[in-house]
């Protein structure tokens, strides 16, 4: 039975003492008091601050997100953006958005107050909008900075705070580790500064935005499609799509970027189209899994839909469903939806002749190469980054200083997309468009997506890509996911699955210009790989396998074979 540590004890008595803290949440600690392992994990140590922000199950504790861990966080963050914005005219200001989750509208409304309390002006959407509205907004209205409150799709008990730079960017490594410095540096909730609502109103310090906004960046990512007129004009009278938010901020924006186009047949799920931050239609809301598209799958067969699409709650990841050659719904990948856009996109740049000669397209280390060949078949220019948005983010600014590249596509196998310029962070939203737009083109040329996709696979080769996770909670499973990692760093096995490793990629060393990272990545002889990463967002650790074959057959053989040798360890 795991005992509560006296360094924990010292915390939790803290907590109780303080008069800051309200008596609610002290009634919440009270109540476990004969619960010691549970009093250990909420606080054996501060809820990490990572490059993302903060992420964490919802209750009482110093290891747990609430009012008081966010209040904490915001007092750094504003401390840091006072210093960053330094002599520049005016009062520095931060755009603040939620998604649908449990107190997801208390902690937005709590950030604002303490930014509003350290003379930051915060510009607070009053009900939920996304992650990539977020972003653009934050870009769009000059702002030094940005929040979103969201843990994407993590399970129900689960939210999270994520902090945006001037760029509309998740904090990257240097940014955040001011941050990090900054927060360690508020040793106390009395040192958190803090307006009343009434206050920092009447101040000006806490703005509200609304429909303006809203119509500024639906307008700017329906302004991304290649073949507007085209789907409003011929495509979009034939063209039948079911499309499900999983209960969060997906619904409207989705549904009226594709009006925007003309799509005119889209069919919401109805069980799963209110907000919910407790997601009572699915396990998980996910749209990399088959499950979350259940209710979907219904729908579109009762209607014969064209496409099924969902986007996760803070409307960052889009998953699509198509029928493969049998009439069976199969789920598209991340690595599958990202290839499939890029050729499109680039095949009609091209066809217009708008394709630029400097073009880029960036994913992460472990996004399939297959996007990468079609990319290259079109002269695009591939640039890989860590895994995490932010790092895409960061480069697409790089282009836009520099002119040395034009940026057109960026994306991540774990379902996150982005074209256009106008935001530095996955948009399911522009995703959910242009996977549509492209469906209902190829549709026009007898062809569903899962026949393009065959096409690419025979045209570039036949790659599959796969993902396991395992899960490993609280203060054991960090320290196990830890040794797992130390024993494949100091024990690099020398032949998997019958291929020669012929590289073994660590970048905790800061590998090809890349910040440090504890990712390891195992390249094969035949070129295939395998890769060993901890999630940055859950108590995970995930690994990664991509092979390429002669045929489907081949590849479906080599990866399982790889999968297999290679789990067996991690497992043992």
């Not at 800051?20 to 392992?37: F, G, I, M, P």
């Not at 640039?383 to 932010?390: H, Q, R």
Request: charged share 25%; aromatic share 8%; proline share 4%.
């Amino acid at each position: 039975m795991t005992m509560i540590s006296p360094k924990s004890m010292e915390t939790v008595q803290r907590w109780l003492n303080d008069p800051y803290v309200d008596e609610e949440t002290k009634s919440e600690l009270r109540a476990l008091e004969n619960d010691q392992a549970e009093l250990e994990d909420r606080f054996y140590r501060d809820l990490e601050f990572g490059t993302g922000g903060l992420r964490g199950v919802i209750g009482a504790g110093s290891n747990r997100i609430n009012k008081y861990t966010v209040g904490r966080a915001t007092q750094g963050l504003a401390e840091y953006i006072k210093a960053i914005h330094g002599d520049a005219d005016g009062k520095p200001s931060v755009v603040i958005a939620h998604d649908s989750r449990h107190f997801s509208p208390e902690f937005a409304l709590e950030a604002a107050l303490v930014l509003a309390g350290n003379g930051i002006v915060a510009k607070l959407y009053p009900s939920l909008r996304s992650t990539p509205q977020l972003s653009f907004s934050v870009r769009h209205l000059g702002a030094t900075g940005g929040i979103v409150i969201t843990a994407s799709h993590n399970p129900p008990e689960y939210n999270g705070y994520k902090v945006y730079n001037s760029e509309g960017g998740q904090l990257v490594p240097h940014e955040a580790e001011r941050v990090i410095a900054l927060i360690q540096q508020v040793d106390s909730f009395a040192a958190i500064r803090r307006l009343s609502r009434e206050e920092a109103e009447a101040q000006g310090l806490l703005v509200w935005l609304g429909e303006a906004e809203d119509r500024a960046f639906i307008d700017t990512v329906a302004s991304v499609s290649v073949n507007r007129e085209l789907i409003a004009s011929k495509l979009a009278d034939d063209f039948t799509i079911v499309f499900t938010p999983l209960h969060g901020t997906g619904n409207m924006p989705v549904r009226q970027v594709l009006e925007t186009i003309g799509f005119k047949h889209v069919h919401v799920v109805k069980e799963q189209e209110q907000p919910d931050g407790g997601f009572p239609t699915v396990k998980s809301p996910n749209p990399e899994e088959r499950e979350a598209f259940t209710l979907a799958m219904k729908v579109g067969e009762e209607i014969q839909a064209d496409i099924l699409i969902g986007t996760d709650p803070d409307a960052d990841r889009m998953g699509a469903v198509v029928k493969n050659g049998k009439g069976e719904y199969v789920v598209l990948t991340g690595n599958q939806s990202g290839a499939i856009m890029i050729h499109y996109l680039l095949s009609q740049l091209k066809e217009t002749g708008k394709l630029p000669h400097n073009g880029a397209v960036i994913k992460t280390i472990v996004t399939s190469e297959m996007g990468a060949a079609i990319a290259e078949h079109y002269g695009a220019t591939i640039f890989n980054t860590l895994t995490g948005f932010k790092y895409i983010g960061e480069k697409m600014t790089q282009f836009e200083q520099t002119g040395d590249y034009t940026y057109l596509f960026g994306y991540e196998e774990s379902y996150g997309y982005l074209a256009g310029n106008y935001a530095r962070d996955k948009d399911a939203v522009l995703a959910s468009m242009l996977i549509c737009e492209a469906a209902a083109y190829y549709k026009a040329q007898g062809k569903t997506l899962y026949d393009v996709l065959q096409e690419l696979y025979e045209q570039f080769g036949f790659f599959l890509e796969s993902l396991e996770s395992r899960t490993l909670k609280g203060k054991d499973g960090l320290a196990q996911i830890q040794a797992k990692m130390a024993d494949w760093r100091s024990q690099p096995p020398q032949q998997v699955a019958g291929l020669a490793v012929e590289k073994v990629l660590d970048y905790s060393q800061g590998l090809d210009g890349l910040p440090k990272e504890n990712v390891l990545k195992y390249m094969l002889e035949d070129g295939s790989w395998f890769c060993l990463r901890p999630s940055g967002t859950e108590p995970k650790i995930k690994v990664y396998f991509a092979v390429r074959g002669a045929s489907l057959e081949d590849a479906e053989r080599k990866i399982e074979s790889l999968r297999d040798e290679v789990m067996a360890r991690v497992d043992g």
